[in-house]
């Protein structure tokens, strides 16, 4: 018997890049298969706070065990911005290209470029939370390169590589990313869970 589990999600590839990871002990269902078509309240203050928050209305609108993740940029000189309000620094359009141009624009004569990704997971199983973080430093670049991923990736680049975000297959992003180190934590804490 698979244990069901849902991703507050509807984006394809996140899903199935984590239903890969988990493997057959689970199945993986997305809010389009749990019939959630209304916008889940992103309130917080904090990436933490925004995960918990998906999560949990989830658990209670819908009772299924589920997981949510939110995901931050946060930029060393502009105090940790655009962090909780990443998706819509630019407005809420939430429209990446107009959040990349802010972004280089506030750092035009900025020096230190210092950065980092942090993607938070939140996983509520029988109404008991638990949270797993990824992070990932890196430098924002002065222009945008590459054009695979989303959101902020053609202008950052990861400590660990030469390419930016944008320039990796996704594969290659899966290995380092933010969101591929709390997966990691994610699947091991559910592999306690799996069925032989």
Known sequence: MNMKL??????????????????????????????????????????????????????HKYGFNCFADDTGLEIDALNGEPGVYSARYAGEEKISENNIQLVLQKLAKINNRKARFKTVISLVIDGRETQFEGIVTGLILEEKRGTTGFGYDPIFKPDESQLSFAEMTMEEKGKISHRGRAVQKLVEYLSQFAIE
């Open 6 to 59: 849902v991703f507050a999600t509807n984006n394809p590839h996140k899903l199935q890049e984590i239903q890969q990871l988990l493997g057959n002990s689970f199945e993986l269902l997305s809010l389009n298969d749990i019939h959630c078509d209304e916008e889940i309240p992103e309130n917080q203050e904090t990436i933490e706070g925004n995960a918990t928050e998906k999560s949990f209305y989830i658990f």
